[in-house]
C-alpha cells in the first residue's frame, strides 16, 4: 500500500515538471470548536458516536479539523492526475493520501462518452460529500451512511463509466474492480453506525473498541479474490438524479491472520437528489451485510441498514440545512450471548455563512438516540442520547 500510494504521488510530480499542460492546486483549512457529548469518542476506541467526546464531560474543545491539499494536472487533453493529502498530527502518519488516481475521457461531441479511472479513490456513492477531503457543503458531519463511507471504503484498483446524453435526459453506466479492502466492515459490527466527518487516509488505521482489538488496517488483501461495484444513473434537470448501486468486496470471509479478519461486505445503495423550487433535497438508503468466518464454530453476520434526508436552502452568503438518519443493525456475537443489535434515529442542524469566497463559518449541532445492548458488555447503558455542537472556520483556496 504504502509503495502504490508513493508510486502515484512520484507519477504526478514528475509529469507536473515533464508533461503537464494544466496544474491546478487546491487547499482547505478547517479550524474547530466542539462542545462534545459526554461518551467517549469512537476515535478514541470509545463507544461514542462522534468523532469528538470526552467521558469527562469537557465542555469545548479547540481542534484542527483538518488541512488538505488537493493537486490536479491535465497531462494530455484526455488524461489527468488528481491526489489528495491530508495534514492531521492524530493519523498514525501526519501526512496522509486520501485518494490518488488517473482519469481517462476523451473528447467527445457526441452522444456517448467514456470515462475511466485507475488508482485509489471514492466510489460514487454519496450525495452529500462533493468537497475537497470528503468535506460537506450543507454540514460539518455528513450523515452515518457516507460517515461510514470515507471510513472504511475506498476503490483502489479500475473504475469505468459509460454516459448517454441526450437532450433532456442522462445515463449513466459505471463499473469498477478493486483490491486491498478486505476489512471494510468491521467497524460497523463492533461500533454499529457512527456520526464521523474524518476519512480514514490510505496510510492510517481505524481504532476498534478496547474489548475487540487496538486498530483495523483498512486497506489490506488476505486473499485472491477481487470486488466490484455496479451502478446505473439518469439524470433530467425537472426530475432530479436518481442512482442505484450494488457493491460486493467478494472477500473470503474465512481468511485471516493473527491481526486481522476478512470481511465480506456487500450492500445496495439508492440515492436521489433533487430541487423543489428553492429547496435542495438529498435522499439516500443502503442496506446490506459484513461477514466473518474463522472457523465453522465461528460465524459472524451483521446485517445494517441507514437512510436519511436532507433538506437545504440558499440564501445570499447564508446557506441553512436540516437531516434526518434513521438506522440499525442485525446480529450475532459467538460466544457472548449479547445481541449486537442497534436502532438509532438522528437530527442535524446547520447553518454555514460565507462572508466572502473561500471564506466560511459553519456551525452545527447533532443529536443521536440510540440503542445497542452491546454497550451492557463494558457496564453501559444500553439506550444512550448523544449531542454534538461544532463550529467551524474553513479557509479554502
Same mark, same amino acid.
Given at each position: 500500500?504504502?509503495?502504490?500510494?508513493?508510486?502515484?504521488?512520484?507519477?504526478?510530480?514528475?509529469?507536473?515538471?515533464?508533461?503537464?499542460?494544466?496544474?491546478?492546486?487546491?487547499?482547505?483549512?478547517?479550524?474547530?470548536?466542539?462542545?462534545?457529548?459526554?461518551?467517549?469518542?469512537?476515535?478514541?476506541?470509545?463507544?461514542?458516536?462522534?468523532?469528538?467526546?470526552?467521558?469527562?464531560?469537557?465542555?469545548?474543545?479547540?481542534?484542527?479539523?483538518?488541512?488538505?491539499?488537493?493537486?490536479?494536472?491535465?497531462?494530455?487533453?484526455?488524461?489527468?492526475?488528481?491526489?489528495?493529502?491530508?495534514?492531521?498530527?492524530?493519523?498514525?502518519?501526519?501526512?496522509?493520501?486520501?485518494?490518488?488516481?488517473?482519469?481517462?475521457?476523451?473528447?467527445?461531441?457526441?452522444?456517448?462518452?467514456?470515462?475511466?479511472?485507475?488508482?485509489?479513490?471514492?466510489?460514487?456513492?454519496?450525495?452529500?460529500?462533493?468537497?475537497?477531503?470528503?468535506?460537506?457543503?450543507?454540514?460539518?458531519?455528513?450523515?452515518?451512511?457516507?460517515?461510514?463511507?470515507?471510513?472504511?471504503?475506498?476503490?483502489?484498483?479500475?473504475?469505468?463509466?459509460?454516459?448517454?446524453?441526450?437532450?433532456?435526459?442522462?445515463?449513466?453506466?459505471?463499473?469498477?474492480?478493486?483490491?486491498?479492502?478486505?476489512?471494510?466492515?468491521?467497524?460497523?459490527?463492533?461500533?454499529?453506525?457512527?456520526?464521523?466527518?474524518?476519512?480514514?487516509?490510505?496510510? +492510517?488505521? *481505524?481504532?476498534? =473498541?478496547?474489548?475487540?482489538? #487496538? /486498530?483495523?488496517?483498512?486497506? $489490506?488483501?488476505?486473499?485472491? @479474490?477481487? %470486488?466490484?461495484?455496479?451502478?446505473?444513473?439518469?439524470?433530467?434537470?425537472?426530475?432530479?438524479?436518481?442512482?442505484?448501486?450494488?457493491? +460486493?468486496? *467478494?472477500?473470503? =470471509?474465512?481468511?485471516?491472520? #493473527? /491481526?486481522?479478519?476478512?470481511? $465480506?461486505?456487500?450492500?445496495? @445503495?439508492? %440515492?436521489?437528489?433533487?430541487?423543489?423550487?428553492?429547496?435542495?433535497?438529498?435522499?439516500?438508503?443502503?442496506?446490506?451485510?459484513?461477514?466473518?468466518?474463522?472457523?465453522?464454530?465461528?460465524?459472524?453476520?451483521?446485517?445494517?441498514?441507514?437512510?436519511?434526508?436532507?433538506?437545504?436552502?440558499?440564501?445570499?452568503?447564508?446557506?441553512?440545512?436540516?437531516?434526518?438518519?434513521?438506522?440499525?443493525?442485525?446480529?450475532?456475537?459467538?460466544?457472548?450471548?449479547?445481541?449486537?443489535?442497534?436502532?438509532?434515529?438522528?437530527?442535524?442542524?446547520?447553518?454555514?455563512?460565507?462572508?466572502?469566497?473561500?471564506?466560511?463559518?459553519?456551525?452545527?449541532?447533532?443529536?443521536?438516540?440510540?440503542?445497542?445492548?452491546?454497550?451492557?458488555?463494558?457496564?453501559?447503558?444500553?439506550?444512550?442520547?448523544?449531542?454534538?455542537?461544532?463550529?467551524?472556520?474553513?479557509?479554502?483556496?
Amino acid at each position: 500500500m504504502k509503495a502504490l500510494c508513493a508510486l502515484l504521488l512520484a507519477s504526478s510530480g514528475l509529469a507536473q515538471t515533464a508533461l503537464a499542460q494544466e496544474v491546478s492546486l487546491n487547499g482547505r483549512l478547517d479550524f474547530r470548536l466542539v462542545a462534545p457529548s459526554g461518551e467517549n469518542s469512537n476515535f478514541d476506541g470509545g463507544l461514542g458516536k462522534f468523532r469528538w467526546g470526552d467521558g469527562g464531560g469537557s465542555p469545548v474543545i479547540p481542534d484542527l479539523g483538518g488541512a488538505v491539499l488537493r493537486g490536479s494536472i491535465l497531462l494530455t487533453p484526455e488524461l489527468r492526475a488528481v491526489a489528495e493529502i491530508r495534514y492531521d498530527p492524530r493519523q498514525k502518519t501526519a501526512l496522509d493520501v486520501l485518494d490518488a488516481y488517473l482519469r481517462w475521457r476523451p473528447i467527445s461531441t457526441g452522444n456517448w462518452r467514456w470515462t475511466g479511472k485507475i488508482g485509489a479513490f471514492y466510489a460514487p456513492i454519496s450525495l452529500e460529500n462533493t468537497g475537497i477531503g470528503w468535506t460537506t457543503e450543507w454540514t460539518i458531519t455528513p450523515s452515518a451512511i457516507n460517515g461510514w463511507i470515507g471510513q472504511e471504503l475506498r476503490t483502489i484498483g479500475a473504475e469505468s463509466t459509460l454516459e448517454w446524453r441526450g437532450e433532456v435526459d442522462r445515463f449513466e453506466l459505471v463499473g469498477a474492480l478493486f483490491g486491498l479492502n478486505e476489512p471494510a466492515g468491521e467497524t460497523i459490527d463492533s461500533y454499529g453506525w457512527t456520526f464521523n466527518d474524518r476519512p480514514t487516509g490510505l496510510l +492510517d488505521h *481505524l481504532r476498534i =473498541p478496547e474489548r475487540v482489538q #487496538s /486498530y483495523s488496517h483498512e486497506f $489490506r488483501q488476505f486473499d485472491h @479474490s477481487v %470486488g466490484y461495484y455496479a451502478g446505473l444513473a439518469w439524470d433530467r434537470p425537472d426530475f432530479g438524479r436518481l442512482a442505484l448501486l450494488y457493491y +460486493d468486496n *467478494l472477500a473470503d =470471509p474465512k481468511a485471516h491472520d #493473527s /491481526y486481522e479478519f476478512n470481511w $465480506r461486505t456487500e450492500f445496495w @445503495s439508492l %440515492g436521489y437528489s433533487t430541487e423543489i423550487g428553492p429547496i435542495v433535497v438529498l435522499a439516500q438508503a443502503l442496506g446490506g451485510s459484513t461477514t466473518i468466518a474463522p472457523a465453522p464454530s465461528f460465524v459472524s453476520r451483521t446485517d445494517f441498514w441507514s437512510y436519511y434526508v436532507l433538506a437545504g436552502i440558499e440564501h445570499g452568503a447564508w446557506r441553512y440545512a436540516i437531516r434526518f438518519d434513521q438506522f440499525g443493525t442485525t446480529g450475532n456475537q459467538p460466544g457472548s450471548g449479547v445481541k449486537a443489535d442497534e436502532r438509532g434515529i438522528a437530527g442535524t442542524v446547520a447553518v454555514t455563512w460565507t462572508p466572502r469566497k473561500g471564506i466560511s463559518l459553519v456551525g452545527e449541532v447533532l443529536t443521536v438516540d440510540y440503542n445497542r445492548p452491546l454497550r451492557a458488555t463494558i457496564g453501559k447503558a444500553a439506550h444512550a442520547t448523544e449531542t454534538q455542537a461544532q463550529i467551524a472556520l474553513r479557509i479554502g483556496f
